[in-house]
């Protein structure tokens, strides 16, 4: 079988010289141009798909729609899809010699076979080549792509000039059912899961190839088939070897072919029937042509197909099989397109936001322009936070809580003393909290229940020993100065304490920024001396020394609580902001200084990225890049129809 299909359609006219044949032409060529830039991989590319049990007569009748002799014999049948491309004519042959025979097989990778995952960009690459029609079988049992590890792969069978109309199929391997090998076990859930997997993707039509020598309901691909295509709307089937029937057992095969609404297993897109050569005929190597002619012989000179061919001659041969399959991959491909643009163009979207979401890639030869750009931007960053005039207001916002946080640490430190007894209870004064005790005597500072624990008040008598212990020349009822300024240290010694929490605090959130990339006025409180008269000379002096330590407390404690954070923003937070970007060059200095190997490593390794976000925008990339070309395609063939 060297020669090619020479066809006619319905009518006597050669099949390639009609106005179809163009239309497809253009069509399947539309559908080649997408899977070969791995469109299939995104979107469901329309496509005819070939399945069947073992020993149905699928390869036969493969073999005589693209005049190509496929593997047969046990052992070396194809365990992978096998995407057969027909071309009306050579890409090399002139337009004098447009009928120059040649095929090219390929092996197309769509998964790592590593692990399995699918690869970013689809693979093509050439495994031979012949313009020996009687060389391809060799060729094509030579691929690797016949081991069963390499089944995630696909076989492309390109002809070219061996057909009288273009057409695309997808070949699958037969279902096992069962075997007796051990090494073939595998394969009986292997050709399955295949026929599965393609079977389910939309704008797929799926040719049906049952054999009349079993029973139908005994034949797997017809229970996966309705599986996949419940309303058997995309089903196109094909009968094969009614030569073997029984006499008196057509019947229910020639109702199938007939169709109606009684008819059994019926598909919408109807069952056709072949006759394949015998094993005799394929040893002796009958040309397609006497092939063809005596499958015409068989079906006018045996019933019931002889009568039967008369109102339905359209579903007798491979020749009206090859028409049936082109028209309905035509159509399908007409209906597809405005689909395949709109989800192409869904997907460029989808693609573009997830590429867009992941962290700028940085190409080796900008390694250091990047670093530069990277460390000012940083810098920037900082400043503006520094200053509230970035858009995340968190870090000021946090700086201003210490401080805020800072001020009431140091109003804490307020002086409280004990200054009389009250019916019986003491009575403290504090800067900071009003109450009047006596109306005669306002403005003085209670707190009974929440002082009493204070370790550090100080009462009439503690201030009386101190005023002695420092008494010098001091002019009469002058209170000696040393003696106010060991009042007011015994309170003040604590804003240290308070100062360095802040500073420590704000340390903490400062790297915490870097990794990511005050307080009401108090109530004025006075003090007056508790009833001049009622009082000795030394308790108006405690008294007095008392009121003058609360007095400069009020003012000296709002100083330093404005001042200290002053202080912080100025000679801290704005100098280190200032100087960061230098401090960050001088760190990464030997790195970005250096042009040799070693500064090189030490880049790639300072902007080494998470392996799996390499991957992922790897794959992205990649993907975008085919959505593109897909788009591509797809618009220019819209526009020049």
């Given at each position: 079988m060297a020669t090619a299909l020479h066809t006619t359609d319905p009518n006597g006219s050669p099949l390639s010289k009609s106005v179809f044949a163009a239309s497809s032409k253009q069509l399947v060529?539309?559908?080649?141009?997408?899977?070969?830039i791995g469109a299939q991989c995104h979107m469901a590319v329309p496509t005819l798909v070939v399945c069947g049990d073992q020993s149905a007569g699928k390869s036969s009748v493969v073999q005589r729609l693209c005049g190509i002799n496929m593997p047969r014999s046990d052992g070396t049948c194809t365990r992978c899809p096998t995407e057969v491309r027909l071309v009306t004519a050579s890409p090399t042959a002139s337009a004098e010699h447009t009928s120059a025979w040649s095929c090219t097989v390929k092996i197309r990778r769509e998964f790592n076979d590593k692990d399995g995952e699918k690869l970013g960009k689809v693979e093509e690459s050439v495994f031979s080549q012949t313009s020996e029609q009687s060389k391809v079988e060799a060729l094509i049992k030579a691929s690797p792509n016949l081991h069963p590890s390499n089944s995630t792969h696909v076989l492309l069978v390109h002809a070219y000039a061996g057909a009288p109309v273009d057409l695309t199929l997808i070949d699958l391997p037969g279902i096992i059912r069962s075997t007796d090998q051990e090494g073939d076990k595998g394969y009986v859930a292997l050709?399955?899961?295949?026929?599965?997997?393609?079977?389910?993707?939309?704008?797929?039509?799926?040719?049906?190839?049952?054999?009349?020598?079993?029973?139908?309901?005994?034949?797997?691909?017809?229970?996966?088939?309705k599986e996949a295509d419940p309303q058997l709307s995309r089903t196109l089937g094909v009968l094969t070897k009614p030569d073997t029937i029984e006499v008196g057992c057509a019947d229910i095969w020639s109702k199938m072919v007939q169709g109606g609404l009684?008819?059994?297993?019926?598909?919408?897109?109807?069952?056709?029937v072949v006759r394949n050569p015998t094993k005799k005929e394929m040893d002796d190597q009958v040309s397609v042509d006497v092939a063809t002619e005596r499958e015409q012989e068989f079906f006018a000179g045996h019933q019931p197909w002889a009568e039967l061919r008369q109102g339905h001659k359209a579903k007798f041969g491979i020749m009206q099989l090859m028409t049936a399959m082109s028209k309905e991959l035509v159509r399908l491909i007409k209906d597809a397109i405005p689909g395949l643009l709109e989800t192409v163009t869904e997907q460029r979207n989808q693609t573009s936001q997830g590429?867009?979401?992941?962290?700028?890639?940085?190409?080796?030869?900008?390694?250091?322009?990047?670093?530069?750009?990277a460390l000012r931007t940083l810098a920037e960053q900082?400043?503006?936070?520094?200053?509230?005039?970035?858009?995340?207001?968190?870090?000021?916002?946090?700086?201003?809580?210490?401080?805020e946080t800072f001020a009431e640490k140091v109003v804490a430190t307020r002086p409280v003393f004990k200054i009389a007894d009250h019916d019986g209870a003491p009575v403290y004064a504090k800067y900071g909290n009003v109450a009047h005790v006596d109306p005669l005597?306002?403005?003085?500072?209670?707190?009974?229940?929440?002082?009493?624990?204070?370790?550090?008040?100080?009462?009439?008598?503690?201030v009386q020993a101190i005023l002695a212990n420092e008494m010098g020349n001091e002019l009469p009822g002058g209170?000696?100065?040393?003696?106010?300024v060991r009042v007011i240290s015994a309170f003040q010694d604590r804003w240290t304490e308070a100062t360095d929490t802040c500073l420590q605090d704000l340390y903490t959130n400062v790297q915490a920024s870097l990794r990511s990339a005050g307080i009401n006025d108090a109530t004025t409180a006075q003090i007056s001396l508790l009833g001049k008269g009622r009082q000795s000379k030394h308790e108006e002096t405690a008294l007095e020394t008392m009121a003058t330590a609360m007095a400069y407390f009020k003012v000296s404690s709002t100083r330093f609580k404005d001042m200290v954070p002053m202080t912080v923003m100025q000679h801290l937070l704005e100098a280190f902001c200032g100087g960061v970007e230098e401090h960050l060059v001088v760190a990464v200095g030997s790195s970005r200084n250096s042009d040799g190997a070693d500064g090189h490593r030490a880049l790639a390794q300072l902007l080494q990225e998470d392996p799996a976000t390499v991957k992922e925008r790897e794959a992205l990339t990649s993907q975008l890049a085919s959505l593109k070309s897909s788009y591509d395609v797809l618009r220019r063939f819209k526009k020049s129809h």
């Open positions: 060529q539309l559908c080649n141009d997408l899977r070969q050709t399955r899961s295949l026929t599965e997997h393609y079977m389910a993707k939309d704008n797929c039509i799926i040719v049906l190839v049952v054999s009349c020598k079993t029973d139908i309901e005994n034949q797997e691909v017809y229970a996966l088939a009684e008819a059994p297993f019926p598909l919408a897109l109807g069952w056709l590429l867009k979401s992941l962290p700028e890639a940085v190409p080796a030869d900008q390694q250091k322009v990047w670093v530069n750009r900082l400043q503006k936070k520094a200053e509230a005039t970035h858009k995340d207001k968190l870090f000021y916002s946090t700086v201003r809580g210490l401080f005597d306002s403005l003085l500072t209670t707190c009974v229940a929440d002082l009493a624990g204070e370790a550090s008040v100080l009462d009439i008598a503690k209170v000696p100065y040393l003696a106010v």
